[in-house]
């Protein structure tokens, strides 16, 4: 059973920073090929996925976080990071990540945020808050 734990949320104040971290047990190794996301929901608004990354270490991003946010990934330590800077109020949300076993998810061609990226995600950690003041 593939477990993921979020964790590094918190309450910043806008143009800060917060790295937000996701341990997957086993997920690398079970899979040779993947594709992990961030994903965010807001109150009252839809889970959006904001950011993925494959197997390869191909990523994407959605248009409102593209180059502010970086995901990356430490196969070591099986662990998936979303670092996020100059964050502004309307990036408050749950933040969560998830795994797919199909690396089709991350394709360039599927841009972000996309229902079929969504529906796509086997695993779901239960997320992290992050809440930015103005």
């Known amino acids: 059973q593939v477990q993921l734990v979020e964790s590094g949320g918190g309450s910043v104040q806008s143009g800060g920073s917060l790295r937000l971290s996701c341990e997957a047990s086993t997920y690398t190794y079970r899979y040779s090929s993947y594709c992990m996301g961030w994903f965010r929901q807001a109150p009252g608004k839809e889970c959006e996925g904001v950011a993925a990354i494959d197997s390869d270490g191909s990523t994407k991003y959605a248009d409102s976080v593209k180059g502010r946010f970086t995901i990356s990934q430490d196969n070591a330590k099986n662990t998936l990071y979303l670092q996020m800077n100059s964050l502004k109020p309307e990036d408050t949300a749950m933040y969560y990540c998830?795994?797919?076993?199909?690396?089709?998810?991350?394709?360039?061609?599927?841009?972000?945020?996309?229902?079929?990226?969504?529906?796509?995600?086997?695993?779901w950690g239960k997320g992290t808050r992050v809440n930015i003041s103005s």
């Open positions: 998830a795994a797919s076993g199909q690396v089709d998810y991350c394709d360039a061609d599927l841009p972000l945020p996309s229902p079929v990226f969504y529906r796509g995600m086997d695993y």
